[in-house]
Structures are given as structure tokens and as C-alpha cells.
Nanobody
Framework: QEQLVESGGGLVQAGGSLRLSCRAS????????MGWYRQAAGKQRELVAT?????STNYGDSVKGRFTISRDNANIFLQMNSLKPDDTAVYYC???????????????WGQGTQVTVFS
């Protein structure tokens, strides 16, 4: 069973920085697109950033210029700078994973990591 495990969340003052990490594990043959999403209390889950196998990136409008997504094999990272209270949310890692012995890509989600930004 493929898994995604996030780390790096926490409490930070507005204007500060955090770096999130996500590691994929399990019987993985290949990973396609990967990304970060977030869900604030009482709101729908929204796109933060995605990255393809070729390194092409896409960002949500609210984080452009402040957040940077990167990828290293089965790991992805999210560097978050100039954090604002509105960035407070649970951040989820997502990946399209082709498991060993299967012929389709699973849409896999991590358990989430809390980011809280205080002013």
C-alpha cells in the first residue's frame, strides 16, 4: 500500500517561514504528478501548488510569489515564506502513484499537517 507522510507543520508568526516535506513510501513503481493542497476550518480544500515529473509547477493565486514547490524523486517540499494568518490550514500532500503490480495510477493523500500563522 502506497503512503504519503507529511512533516514540517507548526506554529509561526506572520511574516515567518516554514518548510513542509512529504515522503512517498510503499511498493511504488512510478509517481506522476504531486502537489500540496490545504483546507482551512469551515472551507473547502484548495490547491496550493502542483509539480509534474518534468518539474513544471502551478500555484494557487493566493500563494504565488511566496510559496515554492520542489521535488526530489519520491519526495516533495513546500517552502512557505511571508506567511499570513490566512495561510492557516491543514496542508495535505497528494500524488498519483502507480503501485508495483498494478496498471493504474492511484490518487493518494497524506494525513495532513497543521500550519498555524498568528499575527
Amino acid at each position: 500500500q502506497e503512503q504519503l507522510v507529511e512533516s514540517g507543520g507548526g506554529l509561526v508568526q506572520a511574516g515567518g517561514s516554514l518548510r513542509l516535506s512529504c515522503r512517498a513510501s510503499g511498493s511504488i513503481f512510478s509517481i506522476n504528478g504531486m502537489g500540496w493542497y490545504r483546507q482551512a476550518a469551515g472551507k473547502q480544500r484548495e490547491l496550493v501548488a502542483t509539480i509534474t515529473t518534468g518539474g513544471s509547477t502551478n500555484y494557487g493565486d493566493s500563494v504565488k510569489g511566496r510559496f515554492t514547490i520542489s521535488r526530489d524523486n519520491a519526495n516533495i517540499f513546500l517552502q512557505m515564506n511571508s506567511l499570513k494568518p490566512d495561510d492557516t490550514a491543514v496542508y495535505y500532500c497528494n500524488a498519483e502513484i502507480l503501485g508495483a503490480g498494478t496498471d493504474y495510477y492511484d490518487d493518494v493523500w497524506g494525513q495532513g499537517t497543521q500550519v498555524t500563522v498568528f499575527s
